[in-house]
């Protein structure tokens, strides 16, 4: 079944951590988007890409890098977590082409930084 | 102005009643508009699309958009406590077909 996965649903981590946050689509989808939610708040789009070895940053500064070496996986990392990194984590996805842009959401992650 | 604006709420509707939510937007948006629905501590799920004046209507759901006046509205029919959930309304960026720009939400609580 075509769908779209994010790996660890929560973590918790220790300040100045690496961490990387696990995101894979078998929809066959082109594009894909990292959105950062707090809760009761508007979804921010921090990162998105095109395609393989396509990545801007979103509209949100944020101080993530992501990468896109396979069309399905989309990770992003986080190279030293801070207390202020503590949100949710929605990594969703569109078709190339279509237009307008219907995404699909991954269940999330939930990252705590103490 | 916000590009798109939603009133937070809550909006509280009785069981069986019509949920009717808001969504207004601004010319820094384009002309795509998605509904999205998002229970507490999960991720948003596309309920609705709409592209074109006028009403769309997909089982329970209407959605309805008028560029004039630039609102999109949904309705919820016959509404039931499952339909509790916070509601995002979602426009295609100006700045690229592929970005889109969210909303705040509007939180709707059915009460049996």
């Known amino acids: 079944e075509a769908d779209i996965y994010q790996t660890p649903r929560y973590l918790v981590i220790g300040t100045g951590k690496k961490i990387t946050l696990e995101c894979s689509q078998t929809m066959g989808h082109d594009k894909m988007y990292w959105y950062q939610q707090d809760p009761g708040m508007e979804l921010h789009l921090i990162h998105y890409?095109?395609?393989?070895?396509?990545?801007e940053k979103g509209d949100l500064s944020s101080e993530s890098t992501v990468s896109r070496i396979r069309t399905e996986h989309f990770p992003l990392t986080l190279e030293s977590a801070r207390p202020s990194h503590t949100s949710q984590y929605l990594c969703?996805?569109?078709?190339?082409?279509?237009?307008?842009?219907?995404?699909?959401f991954g269940p999330g992650t939930r990252l705590t930084v103490t | 102005q916000k590009e798109v604006e939603q009133n937070s709420g809550p909006l509280s509707v009785p069981e069986g009643a019509i949920a009717s939510l808001n969504c207004t937007y601004s010319d820094r948006v384009s002309q795509s508009f998605f509904w999205y629905r998002q229970y507490s501590g999960k991720s948003p799920e596309l309920i609705m699309s709409?592209?074109?004046?006028g009403d769309k209507e997909d089982g329970r759901f209407t959605a309805q958009l008028n560029k004039a006046s630039q609102y999109v509205s949904l309705l919820i029919r016959d509404s039931q406590p499952s339909d509790s959930a916070t509601y995002l309304c979602a426009a295609t960026s100006i700045q690229g077909a592929q970005k889109l720009v969210f909303g705040q939400g509007t939180r709707l609580t059915i009460n049996p």
């Open positions: 890409s095109y395609g393989v070895n396509s990545t």
């Open positions: 969703a996805s569109s078709e190339y082409g279509s237009s307008p842009a219907e995404q699909y």
């Open positions: 709409i592209y074109s004046n």
